[in-house]
């Protein structure tokens, strides 16, 4: 089993979006996927709720106390996706404690930057001490021709030493559609998006981090 969190200690950088269409990739490929909503605020869980019964999406289960993680490992799931919480650092301890690996999921700007400083801090005390976790900053809602996107993307603002995906995902009206409406962006025509996610599993394969 490997556990991959989507995390950031500010909210509306995406995590949801992110985790729930990384699950449903890896889900329609055939593995056995279980999406973990430890955010108290269950969007997760709603996004689930919300799905047509003909829509193939990965299992969401509600895992939202610290205490409650340790039932991941009875889960019978080639990949446990954990979707969290922001400004909760006990939940962010906890996570990183047992996550594979931890992509931070970042929009561009200064506000999300700065905010995933905690985030980074637990990372990098995990490895410090001995613990084996990949982590890496995801980009989320990337636009095009943008100043700010462009410098992002270059990663010269990065002085947290930690890796930077070179896959991004772009600001796409169909992952906030596909989320309100209880499917992935698999169930849509749009090709883009889907594109998006490919790569960054890809990515994550190539690195060995799945």
């Known amino acids: 089993m490997k556990i991959v969190a989507f995390m950031n200690e500010k909210g509306g950088s995406g995590k949801t979006t992110c985790a729930s269409n990384f699950a449903t990739h890896l889900l329609r490929r055939g593995f056995k996927v279980v999406l973990v909503d430890a955010d108290p ?8 709720a919300a799905k047509p019964p003909e829509a193939k999406l990965p299992v969401v289960i509600a895992l939202d106390r610290p205490q409650m993680l340790s039932a991941i490992a009875t889960l019978d799931a080639d990949y446990v996706i954990v979707d969290t919480p922001a400004k909760a650092a006990d939940m962010a ?3 990183i404690r047992i996550a594979h690996t931890v992509l931070v999921v970042i929009q561009p700007s200064g506000a999300d930057i700065w905010a995933c400083a905690p985030t980074v801090k637990m990372i990098k005390a995990k490895q410090d001490l001995g613990g084996k976790v990949d982590a890496a900053f995801l980009v989320n809602r990337s636009k095009p021709n943008t100043k700010l996107t462009k410098l992002v993307k270059e990663g010269e603002w990065n002085r947290y030493a ?3 995906l070179t ?8 992952f906030a559609q596909a989320l309100t409406d209880g499917v992935s962006v698999y169930d849509t025509i749009n090709a883009d998006a889907k594109t998006d996610i490919d790569k960054v599993v890809a990515e994550l394969e190539v690195a060995r981090w799945l």
Request: charged share 25%.
């Open 41 to 48: 605020q269950g969007t997760a869980r709603d996004w689930f």
């Open 93 to 95: 301890a906890a996570v």
């Open 162 to 164: 930690l890796e930077q």
């Open 167 to 174: 896959a991004t995902i772009s600001d796409r009206t169909a």
